[in-house]
């Protein structure tokens, strides 16, 4: 027996083998055709005729467009794939398939997701590493499938992150910290030692300086107001960089006084002598109100030769001796609680002649009883020496006042002398 003809060979396929026919259906549209079988029996035939009809059926979506093989060169990497015209269905809309990722094989190395019809597919480590990847196509309930292979070569690996420095926050000014970064970042496949860190950048350098000095990070404050900072610290090893961010504080505080106005130096060169300085606009709190600063003389270096005193914001220098002398004054300022000290140097010039008195002075009572009273002295406290009538010294010290007390001496004659006069005055105590 043989098929003698096929009446529509391109829809239906027919075939004898021995006494077994077997007809096949090579398309999904509706067709027809007709087969004539003829048996042969020495020499003698007879033809059979078989109609087939095929009636039209749903074709399932097929591979138009076969995804290539992806290779990940690098760590972390990442590959994003148009799937929109991988898929086809000969008698549907296309733009109705429906595409999801059936299975991994490798979900620990890589990561695959479907969008829509955009497959994205991600290293997840810098391991050698192969995966197969299923993509199922679904068209009017019909499937088909499409397997993707992915590979890894191996990579150096970047540094991370291992501990996040946590926000610094300044509360006082001046202020600063300092740390240690030795543990901070960390490389999976390289020594740690060879990490190397600088400041990236620095958002707010007017009021907050960064820097690194081999592994540690120095941040201080540089203003009392109320400022942010965002700092990027970037370690790099090998060649391969991470970045992390720190984020800084500082929370406004009072600001101390300052000083506005230096006082200069002041030389005496005459005794007696003495300055009055106003110290009023010297000291200035930037944000605070400046009548309320109060004003001290913190030290003298040299109380027996220069004294100082305040009164309210009027400071006096008196010289008190006319010995050659030398004084470091510090003064102190301080309004709502903070202080700033300003320092000054009084120098003295060695006076031979001192001239305390004008051209007459006057001695009074004479003879006197306990107290002899002079006229005439321009400054208070010069030295004073009484001598009896052989020249023995009965009697000396600093006049403190126009008046003497001499109710301790004996009665008789004795002589007078002031320092920086000429003059010698006789009187008689009774």
């Known amino acids: 027996m043989a098929?003698?003809?096929?009446?529509?060979?391109?829809?239906?396929?027919a075939a004898i083998s021995g006494k077994q026919l077997t007809v096949s259906r090579l398309t999904s549209a509706e067709a027809n055709a007709v087969l004539v079988i003829r048996a042969t029996s020495n020499g003698l035939t007879v033809d059979m005729t078989v109609n087939v009809s095929a009636i039209e059926v749903d074709q399932p979506p097929v591979v138009a467009i076969q995804v290539e093989d992806i290779v990940f060169t690098?760590?972390?990497a990442q590959t994003v794939i148009d799937l929109t015209n991988t898929f086809n269905d000969p008698d549907n809309d296309n733009s109705l398939i429906t595409i999801a990722l059936l299975s991994n094989s490798n979900q620990t190395d890589f990561q695959a997701s479907i969008s829509g019809k955009q497959l994205t597919v991600s290293r997840l480590t810098s391991n050698i590493a192969t995966a197969v990847l299923v993509i199922r196509a679904t068209s009017n309930g019909l499937t088909v499938d499409m397997t993707v292979n992915v590979s890894g070569v191996d990579v150096d690996q970047p540094p991370v992150v291992a501990i996040q420095v946590e926000d610094i926050v300044f509360t006082t000014f001046p202020a600063q910290t300092a740390i240690d970064l030795t543990n901070t970042f960390n490389d999976p496949d390289n020594d740690n030692n060879l990490i190397t860190m600088a400041v990236l950048s620095n958002s707010n350098e007017t009021d907050i300086q960064a820097a690194i000095n081999g592994k540690?990070?120095?941040?201080?404050?540089l203003t009392y107001h109320e400022a942010a900072a965002v700092l990027v610290i970037r370690a790099t090893s090998n060649g391969l960089t991470v970045d992390m961010t720190v984020n800084v504080s500082a929370i406004a505080v009072d600001q101390p006084p300052v000083v506005a106005n230096q006082i200069e130096d002041i030389t005496f060169k005459t005794f007696p002598a003495q300055t009055v300085i106003d110290l009023t606009h010297t000291f200035d709190d930037p944000?605070?109100?400046?009548?309320?600063?109060t004003i001290a003389v913190f030290s003298n270096s040299n109380e027996a030769d220069v004294q100082t005193t305040m009164n309210g914001k009027e400071l006096t220098v008196s010289r008190l001796t006319s010995t050659e002398a030398a004084a470091e004054i510090v003064i102190r300022a301080t309004s709502n609680g903070l202080t700033v000290d300003m320092s000054f140097t009084v120098n003295a010039d060695l006076v031979t002649s001192v001239d305390y008195f004008n051209s007459t002075i006057k001695l009074f009572p004479n003879p006197a009883i306990d107290l002899i009273y002079l006229t005439g002295i321009k400054g208070l406290n010069p030295e004073f020496a009484i001598y009896n009538t052989i020249g023995e010294l009965v009697k000396s010290g600093i006049l403190t006042s126009e008046s003497l007390n001499i109710n301790d001496l004996n009665s008789g004659l004795f002589i007078l002398k002031l320092q920086g006069n000429n003059q010698t005055f006789r009187f008689i105590k009774k």
Request: glycine share 0%.
């Open 3 to 13: 098929v003698l003809s096929n009446s529509n060979q391109t829809d239906i396929q």
């Open 74 to 76: 690098t760590f972390p």
């Open 216 to 221: 540690q990070l120095t941040v201080s404050r």
């Open 287 to 293: 944000d605070n109100d400046n009548s309320l600063i």
